[in-house]
């Protein structure tokens, strides 16, 4: 079946502009987790949702990051007024159930700041 | 806070060469060890959970152990197919999120 997918694949954007990141999850997955990975650098947690809802939001940078899940399916990263450190790959994953489930990930989003 | 170190940072092997990747974690009550492999310009794909010391995962050159303490990937007669990333997380009991270590990049030279 079809996996996690993102859009777009690349973007580049200037300084102070915003920008939103689309991810669609498995079909039937009901958790869903975003993660952002700097050159050469683990993935950063950034917020999970159950269904539609962010019980944990603690690994967003920062209040120009925020994020939603609409009819428990697709989600949408925004970043408002970019910086340059904000360039990095931001990755989706979803998973069928929070509870000792495996996240299964997208080709993430190479977001460029210039 | 739960930590996650990997080691080495590098490694290079020759076709054939058997190795072992380490994971080290600190984790307040480990719900699950994760390893995944990651390709240059792809997200990561899932490989192996392991959820009590003891238990180990096969698959194909790979075989995945875990202790109270760490986690190895056992890499058996690598072939240069298996170069790539490989990533280690643990899950606690207490949040929903996964902490990663920084990965390990394995070579496999011809």
């Known amino acids: 079946g079809a996996g996690v997918s993102q859009s777009p694949s690349n973007k580049v954007t200037e300084k102070g502009k915003d920008v939103e990141l689309r991810c669609d999850p498995i079909s039937g997955h009901t958790a869903l987790y975003w993660y952002r990975q700097s050159l050469g650098q683990g993935l950063e947690f950034l917020i999970y949702?159950?269904?539609?809802?962010?019980?944990?939001k603690s690994g967003l940078p920062s209040d120009r990051f925020s994020a939603e899940r609409t009819g428990g399916s697709v989600s949408t990263l925004t970043i408002q007024r970019t910086q340059q450190e904000d360039s990095a790959v931001y990755l989706c994953?979803?998973?069928?159930?929070?509870?000792?489930?495996?996240?299964?990930f997208g080709p993430g989003t190479r977001l460029l700041v210039l | 806070e739960d930590q996650v170190t990997q080691s080495p940072e590098a490694l290079r092997l020759q076709e054939g060469e058997s190795s072992s990747l380490n994971c080290s974690y600190t984790?307040?009550?480990?719900?699950?060890l994760f390893w995944y492999r990651q390709d240059p310009g792809k997200g990561p794909e899932f490989l192996f959970t392991l959820y009590s010391a003891g238990e180990e995962k096969e698959k194909e050159r790979l075989k995945a152990t875990l202790t109270k303490k760490e986690s190895f990937l056992h890499i058996t007669a690598p072939k240069p197919e298996d170069s790539a990333t490989y990533l280690c997380?643990?899950?606690?009991?207490?949040?929903?999120?996964?902490?990663f270590g920084p990965g390990t990049r394995l070579s496999v030279l011809p």
């Open positions: 949702f159950q269904g539609n809802s962010a019980p944990d």
């Open positions: 994953a979803s998973s069928l159930q929070l509870e000792r489930k495996t996240q299964y």
């Open positions: 984790v307040s009550g480990l719900r699950g």
């Open positions: 997380a643990v899950r606690n009991n207490y949040g929903q999120n996964f902490v």
